[in-house]
């Protein structure tokens, strides 16, 4: 399977700590991007970084991609509780025209 | 305005029956998909339509037919429905050609339970 994976599966912190959340993939990309889901509700488009890119940011988030390891990490500073979703990472393969989601991390913040 | 949207929210249904699932978007998009999503929150692309063209068929059984009647929509239409089809289904919109480098917005999905 092409699929990545997320890990941690779950991840509960207190508002205010930073949240990381990293996706292993397996072939080479096109482009990587992060969306979050909120319980029962469609996916939200966070951030895209592209195969040339290492680290970008927006706003409270941070995503870095080594393209070496196959891996991304998306990182949430200051975190709030309305940031308890599920994040799920995707993957635009250079060949192909597949779209290939992670396997999500579930993210609790407590207020 | 809703810029993705889907009809009905909930679909309980009874085991061989044939249902449809509609999903609308008014962002001007190109392309459209359909995506299923199961208990475990596994969320795989089902198929993708670009300017009413089918693009991308995954392995889905045939008994799942996407229709496009214009780029605006994309309907899905299930036959026989069977238990293994529970599952929230998403549809979503792109600008561009299929799994380029647009974001893709997604409908508030519509939960599929088959009895």
């Known amino acids: 399977s092409q699929q990545g994976e997320e890990d941690p599966q779950a991840l509960s912190i207190q508002e205010g700590e930073n949240a990381t959340m990293n996706c292993s993939y397996k072939t080479s990309i096109n482009n990587l991007q992060w969306y979050r889901q909120n319980s029962g509700r469609g996916l939200v488009h966070l951030i895209l970084?592209?195969?040339?890119?290492r680290e970008k940011h927006s706003g409270r988030l941070r995503v870095t991609l080594d393209t070496s390891k196959k891996s991304s990490s998306l990182l949430i500073t200051a975190s709030r509780a309305a940031d308890t979703a599920s994040y799920f990472c995707a993957t635009v393969p250079n060949t192909g025209n597949q779209f290939y989601f992670g396997t999500g991390t579930s993210l609790t913040v407590i207020p | 305005d809703t810029a993705v949207s889907q009809t009905p929210k909930y679909l309980v249904t009874q085991m061989g029956n044939d249902k449809s699932i509609k999903c609308e978007q008014n962002l001007g998009h190109d392309t459209m998909y359909w995506y299923k999503q199961d208990s475990k929150k596994f969320l795989k692309i089902m198929f993708s339509?670009?300017?009413?063209?089918?693009?991308i068929n995954e392995t889905v059984p045939n008994r799942f037919s996407p229709k496009s009647p214009d780029k605006a929509h994309l309907n899905l239409h299930i036959n026989s429905l069977e238990l293994g089809d529970s599952a929230v289904y998403f549809c979503?919109?792109?600008?561009?050609?299929?799994?380029?480098?647009?974001?893709?917005?997604f409908g508030p999905g519509t939960r599929l339970t088959v009895l």
């Open positions: 970084i592209r195969s040339n890119e």
């Open positions: 339509y670009n300017n009413k063209e089918l693009i």
């Open positions: 979503a919109s792109s600008l561009g050609p299929p799994m380029g480098t647009d974001t893709q917005y």
